[in-house]
């Protein structure tokens, strides 16, 4: 009974907080994926602008990092790095001295590796067009997981990770045209920010937040809470990181 109690007194504050989020309370209104160059939501080159960078996009300030990445996109010097066919034809130095000239790559020897791994994936598997990976996946969430996390999980350096992968996976949602089959499995993308908001709404305990596999713990009490609510867990993780970025603000 008391974890019943317990979850519906949670329930309501993450109502109260989707609420906050909707009126506005939250800010939020420009995320830091707005930054790009508006490409057509369907082409092939807008799928890979918000795929690449995602690889390194850990532990650093996001909205930095795709406001790098945009301006790396648009000077027709270094843009060729998101056309995996051509950057793969160029020198490490040159593909390093594109990605640091903005700093796309703060880590410019290991981050400039994971990105033409990443290009060396994407020529391989899906001749350079990302949209191939969804499409041979019939655009369900587990399998995608399963191909990237599971099967090929040293293909996709970083992005395979739990964070990312989820996070990268919304993102796509957010601004291609993707439509996935199963919008239910894609869960919360645990970075700090959810987790921090996920252990001050009372969800997970102080040992559980401490612990190594606190991300885990996330997706899943997200997965368990939200059940029977009419809620997706992907429906909190902007509310969630939003409201952790702004220190909390009192909930109504």
Same mark, same amino acid.
Request: glycine share 4%; with cysteine.
């Given at each position: 009974m008391e974890? *019943? ?9 993450v109502f =109260?907080?989707? #609420?906050m989020?909707?009126?506005? =309370? ?5 995320m830091?994926?707005d930054?790009?160059?508006h490409l ?5 080159e807008?799928y890979?602008?918000?795929?690449l960078?995602? =690889?390194l *996009?850990y532990?650093?300030n996001s909205?930095?990092?795709w406001?790098? #990445?945009?301006?790396t996109?648009c ?28 700093k796309? =790559?703060l880590?410019?020897?290991k981050?400039?590796?994971?990105w033409l ?7 391989a ?5 990302i949209?191939?990976l969804f ?7 587990d ?8 099967? *090929?999980?040293k293909?996709f350096?970083?992005?395979s ?10 993102v796509i949602h957010?601004?291609t045209?993707?439509?996935y089959?199963?919008i ?14 996920t ?7 102080? #040992? ?5 596999n606190?991300?885990q713990i ?8 939200l059940?029977?609510?009419?809620y *997706?867990?992907i429906?909190v ?5 939003l409201?952790?970025r702004?220190?909390f603000?009192?909930?109504?």
């Amino acid at each position: 009974m008391e974890t *019943n109690v317990k979850q519906t007194e949670i329930l309501d504050k993450v109502f =109260a907080l989707i #609420a906050m989020h909707r009126n506005g =309370a939250l800010g939020g209104e420009v995320m830091p994926e707005d930054a790009n160059p508006h490409l057509e939501r369907d082409c092939a080159e807008n799928y890979l602008y918000f795929t690449l960078p995602m =690889a390194l *996009n850990y532990q650093r300030n996001s909205y930095k990092l795709w406001e790098s #990445a945009c301006k790396t996109y648009c000077d027709a010097e270094t843009g060729f790095v998101f056309h995996p066919a051509i950057c793969l034809t160029k020198t490490f130095s040159e593909v390093q001295c594109a990605l640091t000239q903005y700093k796309v =790559a703060l880590q410019k020897q290991k981050q400039t590796e994971i990105w033409l791994s990443l290009c060396h994936t994407f020529m391989a598997l899906f001749d350079g067009d990302i949209r191939k990976l969804f499409d041979m996946c019939h655009n369900d969430v587990d399998e995608i997981r399963n191909f990237v996390q599971i099967q *090929n999980k040293k293909q996709f350096p970083y992005l395979s990770g739990t964070k990312i992968c989820n996070y990268w996976l919304y993102v796509i949602h957010q601004y291609t045209d993707r439509t996935y089959q199963n919008i239910g499995s894609l869960t919360v993308a645990p970075d700090t920010h959810v987790c921090k908001a996920t252990h001050k709404l009372g969800l997970i305990s102080d #040992a559980e937040f401490a612990s190594g596999n606190v991300q885990q713990i996330v997706i899943n009490r997200w997965q368990e809470l939200l059940q029977n609510t009419g809620y *997706n867990p992907i429906d909190v993780h902007t509310p969630l990181w939003l409201w952790s970025r702004n220190g909390f603000p009192a909930l109504p």
